[in-house]
């Protein structure tokens, strides 16, 4: 297990952002099977629920994970250090969510709720240092909002308290998702501290991974959404940066073939009914590319069975490769 967990945290160049409700076991697992070397990072887990129920499926995992970075969440250093001694046996590094903007997370305190009180999260993460002997990593954004960036100083208190490196996404809680994440504001950051930063926001193909690196000089970038519907993005990344080599996206058949991978596996995990179902939340990413891919999609979301949407998937493939 020690070997396993043992990470060069200056060998890092790609994470893998969390996805609640989306990067779960057979996600990594993709993302592995297209030979990513990249940190990999469980779903984001609630302190509060894992105190409560120390197994929870949040944190299935495997072997071929390695390294793997399990992503706590909340606001109580009692908690958050009870449930970080919990994961620690497993982890490579531990991950304290000062980013997450949903409105119930960040209001209760949690998530992008403890950039509004830095000296809570210096506590946070000093105890989790202390007693699990583990790195220590923080998401963050820029702030709570525009009138609110304080992540230069938030960092720098955050690396005073033992932190081995930050992942700053480039909009303020009140964004959200919208707009356009800010990458100089990430350059600022990196020239500001000592240890490692790592861009995250709006990297949805190699080309932006390329430029926000030349813009940031960050050590690496963190990838969430750009990753849905192209498992192998993070190793065409990590390709790239160890040797400038551009690998061609994939085209759709190998997006269908990874689609199919994801439902049988999906199922194999959750059974007929509820991996189907899970998985319909994937379509429109596997086949955006495709003439009605909208007509595709809303027959795809109907469907029930593995075997009906292999069908549907077949007829897409065909007619890609008669057009072809």
């Not at 699990?132 to 304080?150: A, C, D, F």
Request: with cysteine; glycine share 4%.
């Amino acid at each position: 297990m020690e070997n396993r967990k043992q990470i060069d945290i200056e060998k890092i160049k790609v994470i893998q952002a969390p996805l609640a409700g989306v990067s779960d076991k057979v996600f990594r697992y993709l993302i592995r099977k297209y030979y990513s070397n990249c940190l990999m990072t469980t779903e984001m887990i609630s302190s509060e629920l894992l105190v409560q129920n120390p197994n929870p499926r949040i944190i299935e995992f495997s072997d071929f994970e390695y390294p793997l970075s399990f992503q706590l969440v909340g606001h109580k250093v009692d908690i958050m250090t009870k449930a970080a001694k919990i994961i620690a046996p497993y982890a490579s590094i531990i991950d304290i969510n000062c980013g997450c903007p949903v409105r119930k997370v960040a209001l209760s305190g949690d998530g992008c709720g403890l950039m509004k009180n830095p000296d809570l999260a210096f506590d946070i993460i000093q105890s989790i240092k202390e007693e699990t002997k583990l790195p220590i990593s923080v998401k963050m954004r820029l702030g709570w909002n525009q009138q609110e960036e304080n992540f230069i100083d938030f960092a720098k208190i955050i690396q005073r308290a033992g932190a081995s490196f930050v992942t700053l996404h480039a909009r303020t809680r009140a964004q959200m998702y919208e707009g356009s994440a800010d990458w100089e504001k990430i350059a600022l950051l990196v020239k500001e501290l000592s240890i490692p930063v790592f861009a995250n926001g709006d990297i949805k193909t190699l080309d932006d991974a390329i430029q926000c690196l030349e813009i940031t000089k960050a050590q690496g970038v963190s990838i969430g959404r750009g990753i849905l519907g192209d498992f192998t993005l993070l190793n065409r990344i990590e390709r790239y940066i160890e040797k400038r080599e551009i690998l061609p996206p994939p085209n759709l058949a190998i997006r269908i073939d990874m689609l199919k991978r994801h439902l049988r596996l999906e199922v194999e995990r959750l059974g007929e009914a509820n991996g189907v179902k899970f998985v319909r939340k994937f379509y429109s990413y596997y086949i955006s590319s495709i003439k009605n891919a909208a007509k595709y999609r809303s027959i795809l979301v109907t469907l029930k069975k593995e075997s009906e949407v292999i069908e549907v998937l077949d007829e897409i493939l065909s007619i890609y490769y008669k057009n072809d």
